[in-house]
């Protein structure tokens, strides 16, 4: 018996079909183990020795695994045919080998780009080892990206509140979406004017003509730019005696364009389907691993995630036959079509995305797809057969006109394009955004010496448009010139800016939010470098290198790490007076916009004297004034202070009493947003405004319901114990004792009943949510001598003792499966008396306090609990 290890399930099934009963195929659900998201997972200080920790999801899985293993004789590994699933095959080895299963086994790799039964029977007969470069790449990259991500989000939180995080390609991303924001907010419109003639020929046939020179000066779009100059030439063209000067026709020709490529694909489903980055690979996953056509499973595109533009000898052959058959000889080129990339980077390792089989056409799979598939797959199917199609042919014709009078010169040009032969327009166009499409209006016959007459002659304004926001499509077209990024990652970046709340999509723009701005300006500040467009592609063309195996991985990080932890080091050290003078002055003409009137847009609304500016708080920026605490004018950031916008007393705006209290209530706008606030006091009960509720629609009845939370559902069937329904921190719940759980809308809130909050609970609980509940305890040590049970927990930032309310972090390298009694009381006692929290029972007693008044050593890198403990691995 031969087991085969792949990815998913789905494609478990589909191979098991192939290879029969001599095989048993089971499923790594993706990547079985990580790097645990803790300080010191991938340590420099050891020659990036990193720490991987296999979850809980996966400890099952590879027991399955391992015990297919013991039975067998060869392991074939059969995961995804890039660095990725390189990455996959080499944990699975190293996670087997611990187990001791992998003694006297056969070990072998194979990779296929199609799961198709040719396909995989090939990869079979054709086995190779593990591809070390590859894995190497893998652990460069994991390891730059953990230690970016983990050493400057810290700075972030520290430097900037309410930041989240940053991230080696992310933040790049973010930049490039917050410099074309700041290119629309300061660009300036610029006037011009088109002058178009109409006009008909002898025979009567209408057609349009555009300046194109005057008193012996070449005009381009923007030449003329005042009304004055409009005037002139319109009066001197309705003055003007028409001669057609020149009549020229030349041929073009349209090309085709590649197959596609992970990131053309990305575009073109945006552009076409209306699909986001991470969609389009979703379904492209599904239509790569197999799909039921008819009683046979089979994957149907070839491996999505590629950069290669070039298709396998047989695909050409099979597409070229096709084309010859359904649509003629005139369509199909004397010879294939070769393509190459003009990508930055580009590694070309994989076939292009093409159908595994052409003669699979998509409206006989379409009975067989879901709606998104069959659209996704009929158009990579398209783009495969109109790439080795024929040429489209157009006939362009530019017309001169001669309008000389009063001694100055001018001509007109009357421009058309004809399609003579659609070529593989017949079957694809593609939208572009920086192109237009060759065929444009059909010129009359006109010959040169014609006298057109003249029906009219206009002069219309315009104005200079701002660059446009980035589409998802434009700015993963954007990132792969510029070399950011792998093909593989783009759609998990964007995602990530919109799961940090960086960015915002409205109408397929994206459009950055304040706190992404924040991040991104902090960067340019502070750590430039790394936020260059081309450090960032430099660096991924070394991880590139190191694949190919001409890099050291470790001298990459090495070279990285030596001068990225010096800077982060010095920029530990700032005030934060520093932090605020450069956003202040890099986010100015955002955050204080030029007003109307020219007045200082800077002043203060409530005291007229001081001046304001960006201030840092606990939960992110604001806008405060500079003359506090005299003045407590504020308002939240991405508000321009008009309309009630502002805070302080200006913001406040009466919505009515409460027939209850009879207090009034009012709708305020603080630092952190708009809220509820019932009457006036040291503490009036307030309540924020919940996601998609707007200010403007606030009225009483809607302030009553908001400020009338939490309510009471019901109580609990188990204990009795009451549910209550409300609005926090992370959006709307219910809650049951320490268990939360959310519930899909606000509006739910006001009408959920006991018997769907229960099961929201019991789901929570199920799915081991412990909401705000104390982690579970992994170890139990006996009673304090005080009173109370001292346990051992793994907390989010690593294994603690917890005595009552004292919660005293191990220190660094301790095991908590070890830990002693004696070892737990000491550390309690330290904890009490550098002045922790008290226990619930009792105070820790004095005599255990520390000896001296110096705290103790903070925890740097917390480890994983030793059942879950995984060994540092140094070499690929």
């Not at 039975?71 to 080998?97: K, M, N, Q």
């Not at 009683?295 to 533009?309: C, F, K, N, P, S």
């Amino acid at each position: 018996m031969n087991v085969v290890v792949v990815e998913s399930p789905a494609k478990a099934k589909t191979i098991n079909k192939y290879l029969g009963s001599g095989y048993q195929v089971l499923a790594s659900y993706g990547h079985v183990r990580d790097l645990p998201a803790k300080d010191g997972s991938v340590d420099p200080e050891h020659d990036f020795a990193m720490t991987w920790e296999v979850d809980g999801k996966s400890n099952k899985r590879i027991s399955d695994i391992a015990n297919a293993v013991k039975d067998a004789d060869t392991l074939i590994l059969a995961t995804d045919p890039d660095r990725e699933g390189e990455a996959i095959s080499w944990h699975l080895i190293e996670v087997l080998a611990k187990k001791r299963v992998l003694k006297d086994k056969k070990i072998e790799r194979v990779v296929f780009n199609a799961i198709t039964k040719q396909s995989v029977l090939e990869a079979m007969a054709n086995p190779r080892q593990l591809d070390e470069p590859l894995v190497e790449a893998y652990l460069a990259r994991r390891a730059l990206d953990y230690l970016v991500g983990f050493t400057l989000s810290p700075v972030l939180w520290r430097k900037l509140p309410g930041a989240r995080s940053a991230g080696r390609v992310q933040s790049v991303a973010l930049r490039l979406i917050c410099d074309r924001e700041a290119e629309i907010e300061t660009f300036k419109p610029q006037e011009y004017w088109s002058i178009i003639a109409r006009l008909k020929t002898a025979a009567g046939e209408p057609f349009e003509a555009r300046i194109a020179e005057y008193a012996g000066k070449k005009l381009t779009r923007l030449d003329v730019g005042t009304e004055a100059e409009a005037m002139e030439i319109k009066r001197h063209l309705e003055a003007a005696s028409l001669t057609v000067a020149s009549v020229e026709s030349r041929p073009q020709k349209r090309n085709p364009y590649a197959p596609f490529t992970t990131s053309t694909l990305q575009q073109e489903a945006s552009r076409k389907l209306g699909l986001s980055a991470q969609r389009t690979m979703q379904i492209a996953q599904r239509l790569y691993e197999g799909v039921d056509i008819g009683g046979e499973t089979a994957g149907l595109i070839t491996y999505m995630r590629t950069d290669g533009v070039q298709i396998a000898p047989e695909a050409v052959g099979a597409a070229r036959k096709l084309i010859g058959n359904d649509y003629g000889a005139r369509y199909l080129p004397e010879k294939p079509r070769f393509y190459s990339t003009k990508a930055k980077n580009a590694q070309e390792a994989h076939e292009a995305i093409r159908p595994t089989d052409v003669f699979r056409l998509p409206k006989a799979v379409a009975k067989f797809l879901e709606p998104e598939q069959a659209k996704l797959y009929e158009l990579i199917w398209k783009r495969t057969i109109a790439s080795q199609m024929q040429s489209a042919d157009f006939e362009r014709t530019t017309v001169d006109i001669d309008a000389s009078a009063g001694g100055k010169s001018a001509t007109l040009r009357a421009t058309g394009s004809v399609m003579k032969f659609d070529g593989f327009l017949t079957l694809y166009t593609e939208s572009r955004d920086d192109e237009e499409d060759e065929e444009g209006s059909r010129l009359p016959a006109i010959a040169t010496g014609d006298k057109p007459q003249r029906e009219s002659v206009e002069a219309a304004q315009h104005f200079t448009e701002p660059p446009p926001r980035y589409t998802e499509a434009t700015l993963v077209k954007k990132m792969e010139e510029l070399g950011i990024g792998r093909p593989s990652t783009y759609a998990a970046t964007l995602a990530t800016l919109r799961d940090r709340e960086y960015v915002e999509i409205d109408k397929k723009r994206l459009i950055p939010q304040d706190k992404g701005r924040l991040v991104t300006s902090f960067l340019e500040s502070f750590f430039e470098r790394y936020v260059e467009f081309d450090f960032t592609a430099a660096l991924e063309e070394k991880l590139d290198r190191i694949s190919a195996g001409e890099l050291d991985w470790r001298e990459v990080l090495r070279e990285f790490w030596k001068d990225f932890s010096a800077h982060v080091d010095g920029v530990k050290d700032l005030r934060v007076s520093q932090v605020l003078d450069a956003l202040n002055e890099m986010l100015g003409p955002h955050v204080f916009p030029a007003k109307a009137d020219g007045t200082d847009p800077r002043l203060c609304p409530t005291c007229g004297s001081g001046q304001l500016s960006l201030k840092l708080g606990k939960f992110g920026a604001f806008i405060g004034c500079s003359n506090y605490p005299e003045c407590r004018y504020t308002r939240q950031l991405g508000t321009n202070g008009e309309n009630g916008d502002e805070g302080g007393e200006t913001s406040d705006k009466s919505l009515g009493t409460d027939p209850v209290t009879s207090l009034e209530v009012f709708l305020k706008a603080g630092r952190f947003g708009p809220y509820i606030q019932l009457g006036e006091g040291e503490k009036p009960k307030r309540s924020s405004l919940p996601k998609g509720w707007s200010p403007a629609d606030m009225d009483l009845e809607k302030a009553l319901r908001l400020l009338s939370l939490p309510r009471e559902v019901g109580s609990h069937p188990e204990d009795g114990e009451p549910i209550l329904a409300g609005l926090g921190r992370f959006g709307p719940f219910v809650q049951h004792g320490k268990t939360y759980a959310n519930v899909e809308s606000i509006d739910e809130v006001f009408t959920v009943g006991l018997n769907r909050a229960v099961s929201l609970i019991a789901e929570k609980r199920e799915k081991g949510g412990r909401g705000r509940s104390t982690p579970a305890a992994l170890k139990s040590l006996g009673d304090h001598p005080d009173g109370g049970a001292i346990t051992v927990r793994d907390g989010k930032y690593g294994p603690y003792v917890n005595w009552g309310k004292v919660n005293a972090t191990l220190p660094k390298g301790s095991d908590p499966q070890a830990l002693t009694v004696e070892e737990a009381l000491k550390l309690i006692a330290e904890k009490a008396g550098k002045g922790g929290k008290t226990a619930k029972a009792k105070a820790a007693p004095k005599k255990k306090a520390a000896a001296d008044g110096d705290k103790p050593k903070k925890a740097a890198a917390k480890k994983a609990p030793a059942k879950k403990k995984a060994a540092k691995t140094a070499e690929a």
